[in-house]
């Protein structure tokens, strides 16, 4: 399903500066947005209905709800999309 970065010929070698902290912040942060995207999505129809209404205001409120959110989620853990996308990186 997913291919290795170094068998790709324009890829190979673009991550080789790329310290193994800052490869985890960054998977980590790309599942926090997958994450907040679900999240948002699921959303949806509860802030349109929600306590708030319609206003932008409540829509901002549930933005940053869901992006902190996610982003605790991915810290703790999370759905494991961060851990797979490290371990193909890594490489």
Known sequence: MLEKIG???LLAG?????SRADLEKACTEFESIFITYILKSMSTPIVEDGLFGKSNEARIVQSMFDENLALG????GGMGLGRMLF????E
Do not use: E, F, Y
């Open 7 to 9: 068998s790709n010929p």
């Open 73 to 76: 989620v991915a810290k703790g």
């Open 87 to 90: 371990r193909l990186l890594k």
């Open 14 to 18: 673009v991550h080789k500066n790329v």
